[in-house]
């Protein structure tokens, strides 16, 4: 009997040597990393937090009874892409070199664009680092200013960019 992964009909044995993070019998396992040349990388994700302007307005004047709301996200994103190996299972632990979070008010969608860069000089990628930035960086802005709003959504969180390893770069289409 085959045993099929995912939504697809291949069989898991024609699929195994593409499934890294199955070992030969269908069981998970970490990658092993240590034969990958040490490279440098980079990725950066984004995401958005949609809220009413008058949200917006309270955010930009400092006036959210929780303090300084932009301030402690950025601060929440930095130490969740350092914790990304404790949060999600079969991720390697890296030495993050730096972490940028900005936190750009967009009165259009209305609410704010939360855009992570990360680097590191490792054998294996920091797309994971930055979707996790982005994404604690986004809640903690939520729990910040939830005492305003509590319809505020959380959007769209995404890989724009990544540089460096075996896969080479990729940018997001425009």
């Known amino acids: 009997m085959a045993i099929l992964i995912g939504t697809g009909s291949v069989p898991y044995q024609s699929r195994q040597s593409s499934l890294t993070h199955l070992d030969g019998g269908g069981a998970a396992q970490m990658v092993d990393v240590s034969g990958k ?13 949609r809220m009413a302007l008058e949200t917006m307005a309270a955010i930009q004047a400092g006036d959210v009874p929780k303090g300084d709301v932009l301030g402690t996200a950025r601060i929440a994103g930095i130490m969740a892409a350092k914790q990304t190996s404790n949060l999600i299972p ?22 704010y664009r939360i855009q992570a860069t990360v680097k590191t000089t490792g054998q294996t990628g920091v797309e994971m680092e ?16 939830k005492a305003l709003q509590k319809s505020m959504q959380i959007e769209d969180i995404r890989l724009l960019k990544k540089t460096g390893g075996k896969s080479g770069d990729y940018t997001i289409d425009p």
């Open 37 to 49: 040349a040490m490279t440098h990388r980079t990725a950066v994700a984004e995401g958005y937090l």
């Open 90 to 111: 079969l991720c390697h632990p890296l030495p993050i070199k730096t972490v940028e979070i900005s936190l750009e008010p967009d009165d259009e969608r209305p609410g």
């Open 130 to 145: 930055a979707l996790t930035a982005v994404s604690v960086a986004a809640l903690t802005l939520y729990d910040m200013a």
